[in-house]
């Protein structure tokens, strides 16, 4: 297979060639990974039992779902990534929010899904062949997975499909066995002597639908563009986009995070997931484990990554994407050492998740209401003036941003970040709703409510029958 060239560009409709099987192939092949997986560990280390962390999961992808699927429509309509797509309601250069978002949330989460792998592989390697588990084993892991999730990841979105289509097989029975494996130690109660983190049932609760439910599916708001882009509309109907994207992310999120809750129950990880999960393993699934902690986590980073290369693309016009991925691809393995000798795991990846819902949900929002209001009708050419480096188009608007778009996006940012309740930060609004975090609802409905105020008789730009000329002069 040769590299991808394309970066954010628009795709011509001749590359548009996939459907929305492949799509739904993406999402379940990249998702049965221990870096999804250990987000069904977290509600067991609030202190939840079975029940308790299976419901708050499923209402918390639901609700991600129904707000997060929409979005993969909007790249289907314009042939281009979400961020650049967002363009036409945040300005040309406005967008660049949601490339920041995306490439902030691709960045943690590729560093969480090679953190978790590597610590599987060390830890089955340690008991297999006897590896030692000291510091230089998990720097040298972490290389390698890093250098080969770079590597896929170089290569672009046909590589990245054709490793997803094998993974969806291969993990599904892998996970499958597991649940035979691990299933004489299952129970439902929480581990012994683990109590409520946020100190009662429904509080503990409502931050496990939050970080460990919702966060998945927000996780996608910017990357699901990077694969409807190659998907024609002039071949499929939105409504088959659209409930294909609902069954991946559904399915492709909520299998592996409850593998993750059945398995942290049966080993009793309250503190720490990997080690645990592969101190217990019987021994003749540790190699299969091992390929998820190896294959699986190069499949899942690896779609990650490729989306932050795209995202600093779009940020770094002259950057080609190859240059950009390999940039991300560094950045993300420091983080991922930093996450082992550094952090407190648990606590920073959970600050992590909702400080970022809290400000993606707020642009993930605002793109769809300007969806709507457009009514899926975009200048593909005007959306690219930044990335051409040239001036006008009919989003331009105000120095190339829309000031009612970044200012609903502020305003909903803000409220969500002053009621947001981490391990590492409780907002001040917290004690006017009990202490229950609703940041992501604070944040969406306040969004929602600007956006439509400060929009209220205002038209949305429409192209109209001919392109709007640019003015070729370098942007500043």
Avoid at 291 to 314: E, H, Q, R, W
């Amino acid at each position: 297979m040769q590299i991808e060239q394309r970066g954010v560009d628009t795709v011509p409709e001749e590359e548009r060639t996939s459907g929305p099987r492949d799509v739904i192939s993406i999402l379940l092949g990249s998702n049965l990974a221990l870096g999804v997986i250990v987000f069904g560990w977290l509600p067991v280390s609030f202190g939840l039992g079975w029940w308790g962390s299976f419901t708050s999961l499923v209402a918390g992808t639901l609700v991600g779902t129904v707000l997060v699927a929409p979005l993969a429509l909007v790249s289907l309509r314009t042939a281009t990534n979400l961020s650049t797509s967002s363009g036409a309601h945040f300005g040309v250069r406005g967008r660049l929010l949601g490339s920041m978002i995306g490439l902030l949330l691709s960045l943690g989460y590729t560093a969480l899904t090679l953190w978790v792998g590597g610590d599987a592989v060390v830890g089955c390697l340690h008991r297999m062949l006897g590896l030692p588990t000291g510091a230089a084993s998990y720097a040298t892991v972490y290389a390698v997975l890093a250098l080969t999730t770079a590597s896929s990841a170089v290569f672009g979105y046909r590589m990245l499909l054709r490793l997803s289509r094998l993974l969806t097989i291969s993990l599904t029975v892998l996970l499958f066995i597991g649940v035979i494996g691990y299933f004489g130690l299952f129970h439902t109660a929480p581990p012994h002597g683990s109590s409520y983190l946020l100190g009662g049932y429904w509080p503990t609760w409502l931050l496990s639908a939050v970080s460990a439910g919702l966060s998945g599916p927000i996780a996608f708001i910017t990357l699901l563009g990077d694969y409807t882009r190659y998907v024609s509309p002039n071949r499929f109907s939105q409504a088959k986009v659209f409930w294909g994207t609902c069954f991946g992310l559904v399915v492709g999120l909520l299998v592996p995070q409850l593998f993750g809750t059945f398995t942290a129950l049966c080993v009793s990880a309250g503190g720490d997931y990997a080690t645990s999960l592969v101190a217990a393993s019987p021994a003749w699934y540790l190699p299969l484990l091992l390929l998820n902690g190896s294959a699986g986590s190069v499949g899942n980073a690896g779609l990650m990554l490729y989306s932050m290369g795209l995202d600093l693309d779009a940020i770094l016009p002259k950057a080609t994407r190859t240059q950009a991925t390999y940039v991300v691809a560094a950045v993300s393995t420091a983080l991922v050492y930093l996450g082992h000798f550094a952090w407190a795991a648990q606590d920073a990846m959970t600050s992590f998740v909702l400080v970022l819902t809290a400000v993606g949900t707020p642009w993930a929002v605002i793109t769809l209401m300007g969806f709507r209001r457009v009514r899926g009708v975009y200048d593909a050419d005007a959306l690219q003036v930044y990335n051409r480096r040239t001036r006008g188009g009919i989003y331009w608007y105000r120095a190339g941003w829309n000031v009612s778009a970044v200012a609903a996006w502020a305003h909903g940012s803000v409220v969500g970040l002053l009621e947001v309740d981490t391990p590492l930060y409780s907002g001040p609004l917290l004690r006017f709703t009990g202490g229950i975090d609703i940041s992501f609802l604070l944040s969406a409905s306040v969004t929602g409510v600007t956006y439509a105020v400060l929009n209220a008789g205002r038209p949305h730009p429409l192209p109209a029958s001919t392109p709007v000329p640019e003015k070729a002069v370098t942007a500043t």
